[in-house]
């Protein structure tokens, strides 16, 4: 039985900022003696722009940001699970790949994953926000590897709106994931809508834990996200959750946690064994 840890604050384009707040929720993870720690989407900074996005991107070993992340998780021995911004491999000049890292209790990066679905809406006629994650994110190419954190289990990632793809999920599964992460920057209005339900939906359909750390309020004059942070177990409970917060501007960074229950897990998979029939969904 280990207990986690998930994280939700407001990152903006200060990176030195952002590194604070995620300093304060490594404090309080380990001092709760969490053996991992949950942190967003795009952690490192939300900008108001593509063109500001691109300049704040950084090569992850001369990032400030993930270099002092590092620091903190070899000093607290506590891996963490963040999900940042990194130079395109191919057009560096142009492009920046939406990934996440896992940095282990060492503070090595040990495992990584590229955003495979692009957030492009235009839900200006129902008042909502206009984004296009693809003018400056490439997507990446490939489903995310699975691997085993000692005491805690198998833990795959997908990234905030990945959670729209249930294959993706069940891809996961399928490498053996038992819980499987979904660091996010949900807007509000698809936040209020369809947050909660999806999260539960993945973890119902895949038998897993869904860890889902989330950006909350006001990152700058365009973007407000809708918080709300969640760990859901594979019985699809809410386990843990930071309330949302979305109305204020600053809110304080804030961690939740709650334990992996290997024996609920193995218990759900067993009673209810989800055998399925891809011979009948070539298709998918
Ligand atoms: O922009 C960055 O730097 C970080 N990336 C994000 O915030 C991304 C792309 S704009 N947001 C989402 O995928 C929200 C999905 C969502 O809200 C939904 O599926 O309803």
């Known amino acids: 039985m280990s207990l986690i ?39 490192d900074y939300i900008a108001s722009s593509p063109t500001e996005s691109l300049s704040l991107c950084q090569p992850t070993n001369k990032s400030e940001f993930v270099t002092g992340l590092r620091a903190e998780a070899k ?125 539960r939906a993945r973890a119902i359909e895949t038998q897993s834990y869904a860890v889902a750390a989330a950006q909350v309020g006001r990152h700058n004059e365009k973007r407000v996200s809708y918080g709300h942070s969640m760990i859901v177990d594979p019985w699809g409970k809410i386990v843990a959750e930071i309330k949302g917060r979305e109305g204020e501007d600053n809110p304080e960074p804030e961690i939740a946690t709650a334990v992996i229950d290997r024996e609920l897990l193995a218990k759900v998979r067993r009673e209810m064994p989800l055998n399925r029939r891809i011979d009948v969904y070539p298709e998918i």
């Open 5 to 43: 840890a998930i994280g939700q604050l407001t990152s903006t384009s200060s990176l030195p900022h952002n590194l604070t707040q995620c300093r304060t929720l490594i404090a309080r993870a380990a001092s709760l003696n969490c053996k991992a720690l949950f942190l967003p989407e795009a952690s």
């Open 75 to 199: 000093k607290h021995k506590l891996a963490i699970h963040v999900g940042i911004h990194e130079p395109s491999w191919t057009d560096p000049k142009t492009k920046i790949r939406n990934t996440v890292i896992w940095i282990d209790e060492n503070g090595h990066i040990v495992h990584t994953y590229q955003k495979v679905h692009l957030f492009d809406v235009d839900l200006g006629e129902s008042g909502g926000p206009v984004l296009k994650e693809s003018a400056v994110v490439e997507a990446g190419e490939k489903v995310g590897e699975v691997w085993d954190v000692e005491g805690v289990g198998r833990v795959g990632s997908a990234i905030c709106f990945d959670m729209r793809f249930p294959e993706m999920s069940l891809a996961l599964r399928r490498r053996g994931a038992e819980i499987i992460t979904y660091p996010s920057a949900f807007t509000v209005p698809t936040g209020k809508a369809h947050w909660e339900v999806l999260l």
